[in-house]
């Protein structure tokens, strides 16, 4: 049906994702995941296992638990049945979008939503609100209909994966401000995987997904034959370096694969304090010497 034709039904309105109806004791949420896309996130649909439904909230900017969001996390409170509608990928016209009916819901009571990073509209980084909706009776399922990402792990991932995998799926979900830089950071990184493999090393990067957390970190390059991490950055300036050692100690926590060293990668040999700064942190310094050589920094 079309939401035209589900309002006339249900009540709610024709737009937003979030409908609390004023005509029947429903709240009715509608996933339309390529709509979401546009709008910075892609975390909708079921989760690997197939018993969670995977749902953002709404809201610019960091988003709150009000409004339509409110709606969800109160509906038992409020004698409110969820109910659960996904687009077909069909349109009439001038009818809309074809929705089919995928059931009722209700929160995982033991965690009824999350914290999931995702880019805005403008590219910003914000802190969406994801919902664990558990069906409450059958279900129709759809193939297509997973989420891009599984559902929270109460432990950590750690993963090795090529280096194209984790690029693909960075970019898949990159927005956020400063994207030139990042690029610069990639092409340093693949300056440095060639020089590596021109030595006969194995380079990978980590898949890293810390427990309770949607989105998956990806580390920069991680050489196998030598087990040594590294983390780029497009500058020598004192906060992207900060900002390194911050990431790599972020990292550390999750990692469980052998690493002997963690190691910045530079662009150029930094300030004599940033390399001191380094190693008293227990971190090495490499840099680019010229398009196609590396030192690393006594």
């Not at 979401?36 to 439904?53: M, N």
């Not at 749902?55 to 109910?83: C, F, M, P, W």
Request: proline share 4%; glycine share 10%.
């Amino acid at each position: 049906m079309t939401r035209a034709e589900l309002v006339a039904l249900y009540g709610g309105s024709k737009y937003g994702g979030i409908e609390p109806s004023t005509s029947t004791p429903n709240v009715l949420v509608y996933s339309d995941p390529t709509e979401a896309k546009k709008h910075g996130y892609s975390f909708d649909g079921w989760s690997a296992a197939g018993d969670i439904y995977l749902y953002t909230g709404e809201g610019a900017g960091d988003q709150q638990l009000t409004d339509g969001n409110k709606s969800i996390l109160n509906h038992v409170e409020a004698g409110r049945t969820l109910r659960l509608f996904r687009t077909t990928g069909r349109k009439l016209k001038p009818g809309g979008k074809i929705h089919y009916y995928v059931g009722e819901f209700a929160l995982d009571t033991g965690q009824p939503f999350i914290r999931g990073e995702c880019p805005d509209k403008t590219g910003k980084m914000r802190s969406a609100i994801v919902f664990r909706l558990k069906p409450a009776d059958a279900v129709a399922r759809r193939d297509g209909d997973e989420a891009s990402t599984d559902d929270i792990s109460p432990v950590a991932e750690c993963d090795v994966v090529p280096v194209e995998q984790a690029n693909a799926e960075e970019f898949a979900i990159s927005g956020r401000k400063g994207g030139k830089g990042k690029r610069r950071e990639t092409g340093l990184s693949g300056r440095y995987q060639a020089w590596l493999e021109a030595q006969q090393h194995d380079v990978k990067r980590l898949r890293l997904r810390p427990p309770g957390e949607l989105r998956a970190l990806y580390t920069d390059i991680y050489d196998v034959t030598a087990e040594e991490l590294y983390e780029a950055k497009s500058t020598v300036n004192r906060n992207d370096i900060r900002m390194a050692v911050g990431q790599l100690l972020d990292y550390r926590r999750h990692i469980d694969v052998k690493v002997q060293q963690m190691t910045v990668l530079l662009p150029e040999r930094p300030s004599s304090d940033l390399v001191n700064y380094i190693a008293s942190c227990g971190m090495s310094c490499v840099y680019a010497a010229g398009k196609r050589h590396f030192d690393r920094a006594a």
